[in-house]
């Protein structure tokens, strides 16, 4: 007897399956917001592309199937009136698919093919298996038959426009079997001695022990924490091109890159479970620097994109890194991200700062992070008060680094920089009220909505008591039932899909929570917490929400968020632990 899949069911039109390690999901996401009727294999290897389309068929008619989409960490299944078909992976290359009751049609995504985009198709003389080579991924999907019958063959070495698939059934009563592999050109033929249950089984063990790693904390009061480590272990990939590392995509759906600052809220939720996957992510945008010092905006398998960067909290990120870890990064390891953090913090303080200016600016709303926020609506090329405060507390983390190596002098010089940044911002930047944001060619000012400008309290315990005061009470100001909005809810630029105009996002979140608890804010800490918590539970990991009715947006698997809720809810469970009466 087949035993129950084991592990928190999810949705595919939300969270696509896949599994630790593969450049590839089943999806009926194809696009950013294009769903397809059936499910299709898709490869993120040289940008998001569909490459097989998955058709679960009646077994008496041959015409698609009424079916019940089912997934778990381990098995993806269709289940329809009269059979099942389930699909697990044998490793991060490797499907197998399994069925009775019904067959399955498995064709090429495109229909057509020319010189240089679509899916060609052949039966292998070699072995008798059959093949897609797909020009958009470079890679080639081959399908064995280990048990069935193969049939209902089109499109063999076809040109030009045309369906190209096979069709796998049984008898009645008896089961087919097939493996779909990821080949980059050849290899031998596939055999394998495991089961599909031993598979399922081996898949479901794998999955246990990375969320009882990642979350061995987790009970019945943190119910979305075995998803959020699904989130994060599904969306790993391999090192392959570009990525130099194993690496968290913040996505298996379009947004299927690593920027540089997305990398470090999924490094610091990984870290205590998983340290060398944590470092990994700290680690791969810094392998990608450039002779300025700057970080790339984003990583993916084909592409480094350095037209814009990220801000500068990896400092921030490092401070936190260090103290989750279980063990200490090495000497050797030390070294190495020191001198990367001095020449990421030698590009803000050069190349970002106009002559005679203390501090630095951005050139465009997207090197914040918050690529539409309102702050910089009235200029582009702007000072603010969020990347001060994200420099200050690296030159902190890089002060405190250069001691534990014994450069002291370099340990001072850094010292000085981060209070003359600090005594900048607050004389240039603060009215006494707020932060206000300064054009960096033309020096006029403004104060807006934005959370954005309210970001300084990530600098916690070095704010004054007043500054952090007023900060605290204008942030409770943007807490809406299910989180922190980033535009006020009032302001005339408040959108609820606005991007960063409204929506909740989790790295504000993460970041505001953890100022105001290290600004003495703590009532205010624990109410962003448990808001934002509420919501993952309830509307899952999408990449932002709508702050005034919770509803997931745009892409609806970002490991940034679940991250974040890792982050928050591992947090609380320790200091509701800490609080508990021991037993007597």
């Not at 480590?229 to 130099?244: C, E, I, K, Q, R």
């Not at 470092?279 to 945008?285: E, I, K, V």
């Not at 203390?358 to 200029?379: C, K, M, R, V």
């Not at 370099?410 to 707020?434: F, I, N, P, V």
Request: charged share 20%; proline share 6%; with cysteine.
């Amino acid at each position: 007897m087949t035993a129950a899949p084991t592990g928190p069911a999810f949705s595919l039109r939300d969270i696509p399956f896949s599994t630790r390690g593969s450049w590839f999901d089943l999806s009926p996401v194809l696009g950013q917001h294009t769903y397809a009727e059936d499910l299709h294999l898709v490869s993120h290897q040289s940008g998001m592309h569909p490459v097989l389309r998955l058709t679960a068929l009646d077994a008496a008619t041959g015409e698609r199937a009424a079916t019940r989409v089912e997934a778990t960490p381990a098995v993806l299944g269709w289940a329809g009136a009269h059979g099942r078909i389930r699909l697990a992976y044998a490793s991060p290359r490797t499907v197998r698919v399994r069925g009775e009751g019904m067959g399955l049609r498995l064709t090429a995504a495109a229909r057509t093919l020319t010189p240089f985009t679509g899916t060609y198709f052949f039966r292998d003389p070699v072995d008798g298996s059959h093949v897609f080579t797909s020009y958009e991924t470079g890679r080639r999907y081959r399908v064995t038959r280990l048990a069935g019958t193969v049939g209902g063959e089109s499109g063999d070495q076809a040109l030009g426009s045309a369906e190209r698939g096979i069709t796998v059934t049984a008898e009645p009563g008896a089961s087919w079997e097939i493996a779909v592999e990821e080949l980059d050109s050849a290899r031998r033929p596939y055999t394998s001695s495991a089961t599909f249950e031993e598979i399922v089984t081996a898949a479901e063990r794998a999955f246990t022990a990375f969320a009882d790693a990642v979350a061995p904390w987790r009970s019945p009061a943190t119910p979305a924490a075995e998803l959020a480590a699904y989130v994060l272990w599904s969306a790993t990939v391999d090192a392959a091109g570009f990525v130099t590392r194993p690496a968290v995509l913040m996505s298996k759906h379009w947004m299927d890159k690593v920027w540089s600052w997305d990398h470090c809220f999924n490094a610091l939720a990984l870290a205590p479970g998983d340290p060398g996957l944590a470092w990994d992510q700290f680690a791969l945008p810094f392998d990608h620097q450039d002779e300025t010092g700057a970080l790339p905006d984003s990583v993916t398998h084909s592409e480094v994109l350095h037209n814009f960067v990220k801000p500068p909290v990896h400092g921030w990120t490092l401070g936190l890194l260090r103290r989750r870890l279980p063990t200490p990064p090495t000497h050797a390891e030390l070294t190495e991200t020191y001198g990367r953090l001095s020449r990421w913090t030698d590009f803000w303080l050069t190349a970002r700062r106009t002559p005679g200016a203390a501090l630095p600016h951005y050139q465009h709303g997207n090197d914040s992070g918050w690529d539409n926020a309102t702050t910089f609506d009235h200029e582009r090329l702007v000072v603010t008060a969020d990347l001060a405060a994200f420099l200050i507390l690296q030159l902190h983390e890089l002060a405190c680094l250069a001691d534990e190596l014994g450069a002291e002098d370099e340990a001072l010089s850094w010292r000085r920089a981060a209070g003359a940044t600090q005594d900048a911002m607050l004389t240039e930047l603060w009215t006494g009220e707020s932060f206000v944001a300064r054009g960096a060619a033309t020096g006029n000012t403004w104060a807006g909505d934005s959370l954005l400008d309210l970001m300084p309290i990530v600098l916690g315990e070095h704010l004054p008591e007043e500054v952090a005061k007023t900060l605290a009470a204008r942030i409770e100001a943007h807490l809406t039932p299910y989180g922190l909005a980033t535009e006020l809810p009032g302001s005339s630029h408040y959108r609820a899909d606005g991007y960063w105009r409204g929506p909740i996002w989790a790295p504000a979140t993460v970041l505001v929570e953890d100022g105001l608890r290290r600004a003495g804010h703590v009532r205010l800490a624990d109410d962003v917490s448990a808001r934002f918590r509420a919501l993952c539970e309830t509307h899952g990991f999408a990449e932002n929400f709508d702050a005034l009715t919770g509803a997931g947006l745009r892409d609806r698997a970002y490991t940034w968020t679940a991250a974040a809720y890792l982050l928050l809810a591992e947090a609380h469970e320790h200091r509701r632990a800490a609080t508990e009466e021991p037993p007597s």
